[in-house]
């Protein structure tokens, strides 16, 4: 099909079923794979959010040497080797169903990451998985919007929030 272009649908992951959930859910349901000669194959955008390092401190001692200490160095071992698992998950997932793709990592408040990613890269479809805490349940702590609705309000592209089956 002369003159078309590839679609490209970014996925936001975190390291949760959620994402995961939302991911094969565009696999099977969205992408066009590139298995069929006379269709343009989507790419896929796999991005993953990273926040910014939990707490750290910097310490001044009495002989002005600077150690610098962070109370996360356990849990950000443990997040290392989840989102490196994750991305293995990914990567079989892609090649098992022939998907062109690509991932990409930054670092930052998940919305706005997102939706800057989105915009900058000009995809044509953003998807995200959706946390259902349900009503006066939410998890959040600072924000006043999840992630899913800042990026319904605030992407240039359409958005897709999929919603996990309970």
């Known amino acids: 099909m002369e003159g078309e272009r590839r679609r490209k649908i970014m996925v936001a992951l975190e390291y949760d079923e959620e994402s995961i959930h939302a991911l094969e859910w565009v696999m099977t349901y969205i992408i066009i794979p590139a298995t069929i000669d006379s269709v343009v194959s989507d790419h896929l955008v796999i991005l993953f959010v990273a926040p910014k390092a939990p707490w750290t401190e910097t310490i001044i001692g009495k002989d002005s040497s600077i150690t610098s200490l962070s109370l996360s160095d356990g849990y950000e071992h443990k997040r290392i080797q989840m989102a490196?698992?994750?991305?293995?998950?990914?990567?079989?997932?892609?090649?098992?169903?022939?998907?062109?793709?690509?991932?990409?990592?930054?670092?930052?408040?998940?919305?706005?990451?997102?939706?800057?990613?989105?915009?900058?890269?000009?995809?044509?479809?953003?998807?995200?998985?959706?946390?259902?805490?349900?009503?006066?349940?939410?998890?959040?702590?600072?924000?006043?919007?999840?992630?899913?609705?800042?990026?319904?309000?605030?992407?240039?592209?359409?958005?897709?929030?999929?919603?996990?089956?309970?």
Do not use: W
């Open 84 to 166: 490196l698992g994750v991305v293995e998950r990914v990567r079989n997932m892609c090649e098992k169903h022939n998907i062109s793709y690509e991932m990409k990592t930054m670092v930052g408040e998940a919305k706005a990451v997102i939706c800057k990613a989105a915009n900058t890269l000009g995809v044509d479809l953003l998807t995200v998985g959706n946390h259902d805490y349900g009503e006066g349940k939410s998890c959040r702590l600072f924000s006043t919007s999840s992630v899913a609705d800042y990026c319904l309000q605030y992407a240039k592209c359409p958005v897709m929030v999929v919603k996990r089956r309970h």
